[in-house]
């Protein structure tokens, strides 16, 4: 939650690498563009279902773009 709340809000306190535990997840099994445009579709389903407005939005913008970071980093 911390990592969400950072991203929507700007607070300080998610210290970790997110690319590094998406790397290590990967190389045990491989993370593929279906995995991160499947939890996309339910991430933007599940924001649309209980929130409305700016920050929404805004949530999802940026999980798009976290998500394509993602799959350009982690191979």
Do not use: C, P
Not at 18 to 47: A, G, P, Y
């Amino acid at each position: 939650m911390d990592f969400w709340e950072q991203q929507l809000f700007r607070t300080i306190g998610y210290k970790k690498n997110v690319i590094e535990i998406h790397q290590h997840l990967h190389d045990q099994k491989e993370i593929e563009k279906l995995h991160f445009d499947t939890w996309l579709s339910l991430f933007n389903t599940v924001v649309d279902d209980n929130f409305h407005g700016i920050n929404a939005n805004l949530i999802k913008t940026r999980a798009l773009s976290i998500a394509t970071v993602l799959q350009l980093k982690v191979k």
